[in-house]
């Protein structure tokens, strides 16, 4: 990602959502809003692009809201019910057929993107409500992180589910598995990062997780992790007002991501060069660091509250 690169729908796309129940997208290059969507009724829990970059869906209570990112039109062109309560995190199946959502009706669900019916497809249940659903590079399972602490693989290919627990009593927040399939890691309410190397996955083997380090990641409450596109990095933000970069060589510290502001920072996203570093706070500012400098690069103010998703696209391919 570089200060000088074209801005276009085709290329860079960065968006917020928060409690103040809009929507924004932005010119990641130079901080301008260029839009503003309405989520009038909730607040927004979690954002992701499609692939084909077209549209950005929001997770709200009771609903996932589309919004087109080529028009001006404020307003969602598609809207997702159905489901009762939170739905606290969505995604994309890569080649766009498929959404999968998780919330805290104790569900993870999948949605065929195909059809006309916005009809949710598939449904996993579990015992807690969830607050995590991440989708393996494989496209063929589901990790989903649930309150009572329970991880579930969800095999879509056999309906196969295992459970595991790395810690009891704690509350599993986010999950993440590096663009490789090499590692997932997992934090939870303690300010725990959990790490695995996977290994299988391919065909119609299931993965298999191999415990490889627990991290003291954060004083309070982990909210979110993300491996870096290269895979090299971890970030993982908290409510202890930092988000925190770690080396995937052996998991040491290598940043500390902390604004004067000190508030809880609840979501984060590499660029695609993984040199840069995207988070959501709640002091209302999304801002752009630079993952070897820890320094601020750029922000992103217009937000009345806390903003606690984003969701950024890249697809341009770096020199090397």
């Known amino acids: 990602m570089t200060a000088d690169c074209a801005i276009s729908n085709e290329q860079v796309i960065f968006v917020t959502g928060g409690y103040d129940h809009t929507i924004k997208i932005w010119q990641p290059h130079t901080g301008v809003c260029q839009r503003t969507c309405q989520h009038t009724d909730s607040q927004v829990n979690a954002l992701d692009i499609t692939p084909d970059k077209y549209v950005v869906a929001a997770a709200g209570y009771q609903h996932i809201r589309m919004y087109d990112l080529a028009s001006n039109n404020p307003n969602p062109v598609i809207n997702y019910e159905g489901v009762s309560k939170n739905i606290t995190s969505l995604g994309f199946q890569e080649e766009g057929k498929w959404m999968y959502t998780g919330g805290e009706d104790c569900s993870a ?21 969830v607050n995590c659903v991440c989708l393996h590079p494989n496209q063929a399972e589901l990790i989903v992180g649930d309150q009572s602490g329970v991880i579930h693989l969800w095999d879509l290919r056999s309906d196969h589910n295992e459970q595991l627990i790395p810690e009891a009593e704690s509350s599993i927040q986010d999950i993440t598995i590096d663009q490789d399939g090499t590692y997932m890691a997992a934090v939870n309410n303690k300010g725990h990062c959990y790490i695995w190397t996977l290994s299988g996955g391919i065909g119609e083997e299931p993965t298999k997780l191999n415990p490889r380090h627990k991290l003291l ?10 491996f870096s596109p ?3 990095s971890l970030v993982t933000t908290s409510a202890d007002q930092t988000a925190r970069i770690w080396r995937t060589t052996d998991f040491s510290e290598v940043q500390v991501l902390q604004h004067e502001a000190k508030r809880w920072v609840w979501d984060a996203a590499f660029s695609a060069d993984s040199q840069y570093v995207f988070t959501a706070s709640s002091d209302g500012v999304a801002r752009l660091w630079n993952a070897s400098t820890g320094t601020v690069e ?3 103010q217009g937000h009345q509250k806390a903003v606690t998703a984003l969701a950024f696209r890249d697809e341009i391919v770096s020199a090397s």
């Open 109 to 129: 669900r999948v949605w065929d993107l195909r059809s006309s019916s916005f009809q949710c497809q598939r449904i996993f249940q579990v015992s807690a409500p």
């Open 217 to 226: 990641a954060h004083k309070r409450y982990a909210l979110r992790c993300k």
């Open 298 to 300: 750029r922000e992103y």
């Open 230 to 232: 290269d895979s090299t």
